[in-house]
């Protein structure tokens, strides 16, 4: 990537001789001074120049890379030899002065790489983190362009054709933009302040505890038990001074019986005599 993006800026510049802007785009892309002034600039070859500039490139990368490990390092070291044995993972926030990213890494073998196993994480989340975007940028203009080709017919063109030769340029120009954007991040890449604040990923469950209040002792419920139900961190605490005392079991309710109300013909259950719609069923 660091190769491509290189021949890019070189062909991009070193055609029209404009080494100004050759050496604010190395700058600004590679995070890197043009290996040659500016009257070499005009007399090498192309070819030879991308070898320079990728070598430059290369080489700055690889100590902006040991001055992030080296500061990282104090802290990765006091987790280690701290709670070591409590965490796998540790968390690092990395920055290229626009956007933060936070990359996990192992924490064992970054203590013993003095810190060459972050770098190698950092590059390849924040490799996968842009191509996973760049591609769903891609898909969103694959269907774009599947939706303009279809007007194609109408002019009298082969719309499959067209659809074949401009997803091939779409396909290019984002592998272009990725290599841009993970070689433009890492060569900036940095920790946002000299003294990084990392935290432990994958922290364990938290221990069992009480909450002690002023009058009585509450017991905290933490994880899950086998069956799926909470599983209580202590017994329940024994009720003294002050305690508020438990309630009283529920005592079920009584299920209420309704009769059946009587029919219109049938005789008045208040034993008159008459009918149910003669006498108190009047109104029903």
């Known amino acids: 990537m660091f190769y491509e993006v290189s021949a890019s800026v070189v062909n991009e510049y070193h055609e029209s001789g404009d080494f100004d802007g050759f050496q604010l785009e190395l700058f600004r892309r590679l995070s890197c001074e043009s290996p040659v002034n500016a009257e070499n ?3 090498i070859k192309t070819e030879e120049l991308i070898e320079q500039v990728y070598d430059s490139a290369l080489a700055s990368y690889e100590r902006h890379g040991k001055v992030t490990a080296d500061q990282a390092m104090p802290v990765i070291t006091d987790v280690f030899l701290n709670q ?5 993972n540790i968390v690092v926030p990395i920055t ?15 203590y013993k790489s003095q810190g060459r196993e972050l770098i190698a994480s950092v590059e390849k989340y924040i490799t996968l983190a842009i191509i996973d975007n760049e591609w769903k940028e891609h898909l969103r203009e694959m269907d774009e362009l599947r939706r303009s080709v279809q007007n194609a017919s109408i002019e009298q063109k082969d719309p499959l054709l067209i659809y074949k030769l401009e997803s091939f340029n779409l396909f290019k120009a984002m592998l272009e933009r990725i290599n841009g954007d993970v070689v433009g991040f890492l060569a900036k890449a940095g920790l946002p302040t000299a003294q990084p604040q990392v935290r432990e990923a994958q922290a364990p469950a938290p221990p069992q505890q009480r909450v002690q209040t002023s009058r009585t002792e509450v017991p905290q419920f933490a994880g899950s038990g086998s069956s799926g139900a909470p599983r209580p961190s202590a017994g329940p605490a024994a009720p003294g001074r002050g305690a508020m005392p438990p309630p009283p079991p529920r005592t079920p309710p009584t299920p209420v019986r309704v009769d059946k109300a009587p029919g219109r013909n049938d005789p008045c259950p208040c034993g008159s005599g008459k009918k149910y719609k003669q006498c108190h069923g009047q109104g029903a």
Do not use: S, W
Request: charged residues 20%; aromatic residues 8%; without cysteine.
């Open 41 to 43: 600039f005009k007399n």
């Open 84 to 88: 070591g044995q409590q965490y796998q």
């Open 96 to 110: 290229d002065g626009m956007k933060t990213m936070q990359v996990v890494t192992d924490l064992a073998k970054t």
